[in-house]
């Protein structure tokens, strides 16, 4: 029965950012579910190669921030696949800066992505759950959603995240009623290129550590795995949750 609940067979799932990184692993764990993935990226080169090199999966070129693409995506997502059964809003950006130096542009950009874009792709791909009456979403939070990181400044990523905590529990109450749930995972430091080069820093390297319980970064297939549990039929019970995967950083 419980190998069951986790096979995704016969589902269609997208997943933006999907061509590298955590948003990579994100699409294998669903592909060795059994789910059909479309890796959806504004970089058209790396997308298509990550699609090619992961059999079950397809890819398209999308940018979250742009509103009519999204919705133009979306419509042609669903005519193909006969419908999207898993959202997977990962495309994020991250930018370190103190509060006081932080230009406009850059605020923009980050609220942009990591904000915006989770709402734009859950309102265009949820009005279709919504009306199927069944469906998964996951957002990418962060545990920067939770907490405010030291020593880096990064007042308008944490302040994203935050608010994409506070999305997915609005959306989940909101479209429960309609069979759609709608759940997010918080990372902590994940070994990715991104967080490498900012552990580069020998202070930062140190203070993140140190503020970690388990004394590591994660790596990126332990948060696809939490992801995998919330958008298949083994999270059945649960929407509108915020699942810590930060190796007890936010415990402390």
Same mark, same amino acid.
């Given at each position: 029965m419980y190998r069951q609940k986790f096979d995704l067979t016969g589902r269609v799932a997208i997943v933006t950012g999907g061509a590298q990184g955590i948003g990579f692993a994100i699409a294998? #764990?669903?592909? $060795?579910? &059994?789910?059909?993935?479309?890796? *959806?990226?504004?970089?058209?080169?790396?997308?298509? +190669?990550?699609?090619? @090199?992961l059999a079950?999966? !397809?890819?398209?070129?999308?940018n979250v921030t742009d509103p009519a693409g999204v919705r133009r995506v979306a419509d042609e997502l669903i005519a193909r696949h006969g419908g999207i059964d898993i959202l997977v809003n990962n495309a994020g950006i991250a930018r370190n800066s103190a509060a006081i130096? @932080?230009?406009?542009?850059? /605020?923009?950009?980050?609220?942009?992505?990591?904000?915006? &874009?989770? =709402?734009w792709c859950s309102q265009a791909f949820g009005r279709h759950m919504v009306a199927r009456k069944r469906g998964a979403i996951v957002n990418l939070g962060s545990m920067s959603g939770l907490i405010a990181n030291r020593p880096q400044g990064q007042a308008h990523y944490n302040a994203s995240k935050a608010a994409v905590h506070m999305l997915t529990k609005s959306l989940a109450? $909101? /479209?429960?009623?309609? %069979?759609?749930?709608?759940?997010?995972?918080?990372? &902590?430091?994940?070994g990715t290129e991104m967080t490498k080069l900012g552990m580069t820093? $020998?202070?930062?390297?140190?203070? =993140?550590?140190?503020? @970690?319980?388990?004394?590591?970064? &994660?790596?990126? /297939?332990?948060? *696809? #795995? *939490?992801?995998?549990?919330? +958008?298949?039929?083994?999270? !059945?019970?649960? @929407?509108?949750?915020?699942?810590?995967?930060? %190796? %007890?950083?936010?415990s402390l």
């Open positions: 294998t #764990a669903l592909v $060795e579910s &059994g789910a059909h993935v479309v890796i *959806a990226d504004r970089n058209a080169q790396i997308g298509a +190669a990550a699609a090619l @090199t079950g999966s !397809s890819f398209v070129e999308l130096d @932080t230009a406009e542009a850059e /605020w923009r950009d980050v609220i942009d992505v990591n904000l915006n &874009g989770v =709402w109450v $909101e /479209w429960a009623e309609f %069979g759609v749930r709608v759940n997010a995972v918080a990372p &902590g430091y994940i820093n $020998e202070e930062w390297k140190r203070i =993140w550590l140190d503020m @970690t319980p388990v004394r590591r970064v &994660g790596e990126p /297939w332990e948060i *696809a #795995a *939490a992801v995998l549990f919330l +958008a298949s039929d083994a999270a !059945s019970f649960m @929407t509108g949750s915020v699942v810590s995967v930060d %190796g %007890g950083y936010t």
